[in-house]
């Protein structure tokens, strides 16, 4: 095996310890009666999944004022800021002050 091919590997190696050790996505409960759960950040896009009051949901990531939440079944889906206000604000989760 040549030096460089030798040399990334010897990199992918020791980055995997720290994949390995991610955090976990933060958790929050629905408070809401439920939130839709759309294909992608927009409101214009189609519902493809509800979340239920009392679920535990993971957040995963936020654009603007959407968040892409995962349910415990494993369903992945967009929810707006304004659906999921009293779930976040609960959470310590500081909402949008204005647009973005």
Do not use: N
Request: glycine residues 4%; charged residues 20%; contains cysteine.
């Amino acid at each position: 095996m040549s030096t460089p091919r030798r040399w990334i590997l010897a990199c992918c190696c020791a980055l995997l310890p720290l994949a390995a050790h991610a955090e976990p996505a933060p958790s929050i409960e629905i408070l809401a009666a439920f939130v839709e759960l759309h294909t992608s950040p927009d409101e214009r896009y189609p519902i493809h999944e509800i979340a239920e009051r009392g679920e535990q949901v993971r957040v995963l990531k936020r654009q603007t004022r959407w968040y892409k939440l995962r349910t415990p079944s494993g369903k992945q889906g967009w929810v707006s800021e304004t659906q999921l206000g009293p779930s976040l604000t609960a959470a310590g989760y500081a909402l949008s002050t204005s647009d973005q």
